[in-house]
């Protein structure tokens, strides 16, 4: 038995990194997967292998959302969860972010965010029950200097995480948020002062693999964790703590 049987699954940001993880482990675990990103080779490619279904998606976009939705609920006649976990990384102090950049981190981090939680807040609400995680990040529990816009959206992402989990708990929705660390994928590349010096300062010496963030997602989207709403989960090596 799968800890997602009878599940549908929708993963935004899933055509590389955690995304893809998180398609991976949920299809392995029985979950029946879609996969929306906006890189859209890289997409088909990801699901094909994974074996779940692969839809572009500007998660930005209010009109590609609900038509996303209404394909799932017309196939598959549900949706049980939904990872919000698309996001893009920008680095600079707050004194030198560009209004346009304040801007395009925004829309997708955080108003991605809002957009993908009210879309199928309505249908999990009919059925009586549903799972949202959105990746917020280690940057929206601390400042997050040299990267103020992008810091400014995971705190907002940690933010409408607790707002949404309070509104919709009796309607049988949970909704929590990850806060990864340093996560060994494409993004953490973008990290001023590179990896390395990083991976220094944590605990346990070493960035996470995709993986070990999709472990987490999956406790998390799944019934095995049915007390847990409006929390925060961190998946860190240890650099919280110190
Ligand atoms: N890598 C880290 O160290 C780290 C740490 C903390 C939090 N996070 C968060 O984890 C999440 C996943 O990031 P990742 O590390 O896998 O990085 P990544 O860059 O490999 O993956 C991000 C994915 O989001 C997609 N995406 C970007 N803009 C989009 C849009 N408008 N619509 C749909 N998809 C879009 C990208 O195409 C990409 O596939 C992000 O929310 C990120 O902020 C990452």
Sequence with gaps: ?????????????????????????????????????????????????????YRHLDVADEAGWQQLVDEILNRDGQIDVLVNNAGIFRSNRMLDTPLNEFDLVMNINCKGVFLGMRTVAGPMREAGSGSIVNISSLAGMQGAAGAFAYGT?????????????VELARRGIRVNSIHP????????????????????????????TADEVARLALFLASDESSYSTGSEFIVDGGLNAV
């Design 181 to 208: 660390g340093l996560i060994a994928t494409e993004m953490a590349d973008q990290l001023p002062g590179g990896v390395e010096r990083m991976q220094r300062g944590i605990p346990l010496g070493r960035s996470a």
């Design 1 to 53: 038995m799968g800890r997602l049987d009878d599940k549908i699954c929708l993963i935004t940001g899933a055509a590389r990194g955690q995304g893809a993880a998180e398609a991976e482990l949920f299809a392995a675990e029985g979950g029946t997967v879609w996969l929306a990103d906006v890189l859209d080779a890289e997409g088909e490619t990801t699901a094909s292998r994974v074996g779940g279904t």
């Design 153 to 165: 959206s995971k705190w907002a992402v940690r933010g409408m995480t607790k707002t949404a989990a």
